[in-house]
């Protein structure tokens, strides 16, 4: 009763987790910090292959390393905090510390949901205008595409974040979630929040309705070019070309339809977790493990990089059986 008392005093929230009393919290942090570590893993490798090989040096792949850049920031938002719960018994955030996860959060899933969208352009003029491809994704473009994802994801972060975090919240300050994620922080407003909830998922289905425009209508004209092409192997080429990128597509916006698009009635809390882990944990780990596995070009930039690994150490031994 006592620590009762000292919550509601204080501007602290509790974070009850993934699992509300979780029999094995050992196996559950053992499980969640593997796939945060291959997550991190698999998107700095991304990363530094995309920036050390030339062959990469395309606007397909620069678009594709602030992919990983954002999963990488994406995960390490809620991922340690969740672990440190698992372990500790005071699983409390700070207020500010809500706030800044809710912007972080909405600013990177916003950005993501710009940056597939402009990935799907990219797709669309490869396929449909390769000789005007150096001219339409030129640097400049790129570069105007990259910081518009940025600065659009930043602005969905600045809009909800503050309103949010204006809510008077009097009663219980325990938050039915594993990370700050605004409907299970509204839950706890001693205020009726229906009005701001409804602008709220009007706002997010606007900004899903942007990218998701971009993406229909750039993969109708892909469809429609590659069923015009003569050329089996181009076919397999445009095919193989946009796969990976329509895979991601599919899983990250299948988990933000539930989230944003589907009425409250469809959700409950547990739910709602499941969905949340799945484009928080999962989602960045299977992006980079998505191109990579079924990409040529980055599985031959791989190649190098451990076959230049290799001989850097044989030279290495060489050098140090020739001295003695």
Sequence with gaps: VNMETVLQNSTDFILLGLITHPTFPGFIFAVVFSIFLVAVTANMVMILLIHTDSHLHTPMYFL?????????VYICITVPKMLQDLLSKEKTISFLGCALQIFLYLTLIGGEFFLLGLMAYDRYVAVCNPLRYPLLMNRRICLFMVVGSW??????????????????????????????????????????TSLYQTLMYACCVLMLLIPISIISVSYTRILLTVHQMNSAEGQRKAFATCSSHIVVVIIFYGAAFYTNVLPQSYHTPEKDKVVSAFYTILTPMLNPLIYSLRNKDVATALRRIQGRCTYSQKVRAGDVSKKY
């Design 151 to 192: 600065v659009g994801g930043s602005l969905d972060g600045f809009m909800l974040t503050p309103f949010t975090m204006s809510f008077p919240y009097c009663g219980s300050r325990e938050i039915n979630h594993f990370f700050c994620e605004i409907p299970a922080v509204l839950k706890l407003s001693c205020i009726d």
């Design 64 to 72: 594709l390393s602030q992919l990983s850049i954002m999963d990488t």
